[in-house]
């Protein structure tokens, strides 16, 4: 199971921090993302990491969002800065072990210009 948090209501060009807490160990998933979908939008990726450690981003985040994750406190996170309105979006994180991929509920993350 998964629980995210962290979403609000932020000014353009501000700063949220995203957690994603897990119920299992996470160095037991192969890796862990975060997914994001706007109203009428389908829902993108917006950064992965392995379980080796790598990272991905999507290009609209790169250089501004940063995934990182905790392996003793079982939790991901997702560092957000010099936010825009296009970044409002519910933001998920998704984890996958073998081959399933487990969701969490998402959190409403909101930009205002």
């Known amino acids: 199971q998964l629980q995210a948090s962290g979403g609000g209501l932020v000014q353009a060009g501000g700063s949220l921090r995203l957690s994603c807490a897990a119920s299992?160990?996470?160095?037991?998933?192969?890796?862990m993302a975060w997914y994001r979908q706007a109203p009428g939008k389908q829902r993108e990726l917006v950064a992965t990491?392995?379980?080796?450690?790598?990272?991905i981003y999507a290009s609209s985040v790169k250089g501004r969002f940063t995934i990182s994750r905790d392996i003793a406190a079982n939790t991901m996170t997702l560092q957000m800065n010099s936010l825009k309105p296009e970044d409002t979006a519910v933001y998920y994180c998704?984890?996958?072990?073998?081959?399933?991929?487990?969701w969490g509920q998402g959190t409403q993350v909101t930009v205002s210009s």
């Open positions: 990491i392995t379980s080796g450690g790598s990272t």
């Open positions: 299992r160990s996470i160095s037991s998933f192969m890796s």
């Open positions: 998704k984890a996958l072990l073998v081959a399933t991929n487990y």
